[in-house]
Each structure stands twice: as C-alpha cells, then as structure tokens.
C-alpha cells in the first residue's frame, strides 16, 4: 500500500469514529478512473452536522500521518449557486511523502440538495443520503461574445505596455509581475482557439494543466519561446515571442468567430514597444 492510499484510508477511519461526520465524498483527480501519480491531492468533501469543532481545533489533522504543513483556509461559492453556503471553510495539509489532502467541510443539510457529479466518488456514507443524488447532467459551455473577446485582446495589449516600460526602467521584478498577466491572458486566448475550432465544451482542463496533451503541437513548441530568465534579453525576447502567438491564435480565433481582431490596439501598443524595447538589440542597458 502505498503512503498516500495509507494516509486516504486513516482519514476514512477517522471519519467513521465521528459522530457529526456524517459522509464524505471525494472530487477532483483521484475520484475518476484515469491514472493518476502519487503527487495528485485528495480532496475530501466533509459533510457533517456540525463542523465548527474542527475549525476550531486543528488538532484532528496530525492523525492521519506525519503532518508537514497546512493552511487554514475558505472559498467563496459562485452567486449563481443557489443551493450551497456562502463561504466553504477548508483545511489545506501536506503529509510526509509529499501527500496533500484538501479537506472542505459542509453542512450535511447540504447533500440532500446535491446532483450527483461523474467526477465524485462517495467513500463514506452512514446514512444512506447520497442514495437519493440526482446525476447532473454536464452543463454546454456558452461560445464567448465578442465583446469579451475583445476585452481580452485589449487587457493583453495594456499588459504587454508595462512589460515593457518596466523592461525600460530594468525594473526585472516588476517585468516578471506582469509578465504573467500576459501569461493567464495568453493562456486564455489558447483555451478559446482550441474551443472555436472543437466546440466550447472542449476539454482544456484548469490553469494549463495537461497542456502539453491538449494544445497544437506548434504551439507547445512556441510556447517555449515566450518564458525568460531573469535578464533584460532574455526578457525582451519572451515578450516578443508572447506577442506573436497571442497575435497568431487570437487572429485565427477571430476569423473562426467571424469576429472583428482590435488591430489598432496592436498596431499602436506593438510600435510603442518596438520604440521603448527594440526586438533583438545587441546592446543590454548596463
């Protein structure tokens, strides 16, 4: 049995010997059956009568393993959920090995509203509640307007501004800071490529994740030309391969959509950065 499974299962047990715990359903990787690597985190949705105890002792977390670290922690849920609570309290733990386990925690009350999601797995049960769950069905994602296209194409072009102002001034952190706005924008802007060409429930999964299986391969490979150390050319380089494939795909998205691409935006912002940040200069500022 591997630490992870061991940690998983004293977490089970534990749970059992709870009165207030009531059921337990786990989400996310680990609750589908696709292959998963020891790293994947277990996240561990706690239904009880009341859950306050453990919040206000953590002393819980330390029976399940060697606890390394955690983070008390809550999310907010989405307005448009009309069934949940408000503020989800977690508790966000790694364990020896490397075994990250995230516990949510609701009000039971809660399970009798749920729909029964095909990437949860219910592991602990003592009343029979989730017998009851409805299968809810996948939601059509709705195609993008083009509105938000083009507030995406013009955060990139204010994002890309800085950039460079910021690669003028040798401000290097300040240059990496937004350099990662223009990577989220970026990001986006290949999630909706893949999706206008192969429809808008087109799995692009969370935050890149599996990036490398799901995107083109040419934009994989010119992907690595748009990260930078932490230096001047290597940074005004990355900027310029940023630019041309957040051109490229929103271009190609553009045309798919029958939208119209905001050139002017890039046309202007491009030539105040050619100006501030000449492409391949030889000289570096000192």
């Known amino acids: 049995m591997t630490k992870a499974s061991e940690i998983f299962n004293r977490i089970?047990?534990?749970?059992?010997?709870?009165?207030?715990?009531?059921?337990?359903?786990?989400v996310g990787s680990r609750a589908q059956n696709e292959p998963v690597d020891e790293l994947a985190d277990f996240d561990v949705a706690v239904f009880a009568t009341s859950y306050q105890s453990y919040l206000q002792d953590d002393k819980w977390l330390f029976h399940f393993g060697q606890l390394w670290v955690y983070i008390p922690e809550q999310y907010e849920i989405a307005e448009d959920n009309e069934i949940a609570e408000d503020i989800v309290?977690?508790?966000?733990?790694?364990?020896?090995g490397g075994v990250k386990v995230d516990f949510a925690f609701h009000t039971v009350s809660l399970l009798s509203k749920l729909e029964w999601d095909t990437q949860s797995r219910i592991v602990l049960d003592k009343d029979g509640i989730t017998a009851n769950l409805k299968c809810s069905e996948q939601k059509a994602q709705q195609p993008i307007t083009e509105q938000e296209f083009i507030n995406l194409v013009?955060?990139?072009?204010?994002?890309?501004?800085?950039?460079?102002?910021?690669?003028?001034?040798?401000?290097?952190?300040?240059?990496?800071?937004?350099?990662?706005?223009t990577k989220e924008l970026l990001l986006q802007i290949i999630e909706w490529h893949k999706q206008a060409h192969y429809g808008w429930n087109y799995n692009t999964h969370y935050m890149g994740k599996h990036l490398k299986k799901w995107v083109d391969t040419n934009i994989w490979k010119a992907l690595h030309q748009t990260f930078a150390h932490?230096?001047?050319?290597?940074?005004?380089?990355?900027?310029?391969?940023?630019?041309?494939?957040f051109r490229q795909l929103a271009q190609e998205t553009a045309e798919q959509l029958g939208f119209t691409y905001p050139a002017n935006v890039d046309e202007s912002i491009s030539e105040f950065i050619e100006q501030v940040v000449p492409p391949n200069n030889p000289v570096a500022p000192n």
């Not at 089970?12 to 786990?26: H, M, P």
């Not at 013009?154 to 706005?181: G, I, P, Q, T």
């Open 89 to 96: 309290p977690t508790r966000l733990a790694i364990y020896e």
């Open 12 to 26: 089970i047990q534990w749970a059992e010997g709870e009165e207030s715990i009531r059921a337990i359903i786990l």
């Open 230 to 245: 932490f230096d001047y050319a290597d940074s005004r380089d990355a900027l310029y391969g940023t630019m041309q494939l």
């Open 154 to 181: 013009n955060e990139f072009w204010f994002e890309a501004y800085h950039v460079a102002k910021y690669l003028k001034r040798e401000e290097l952190w300040l240059v990496k800071f937004r350099d990662w706005s």
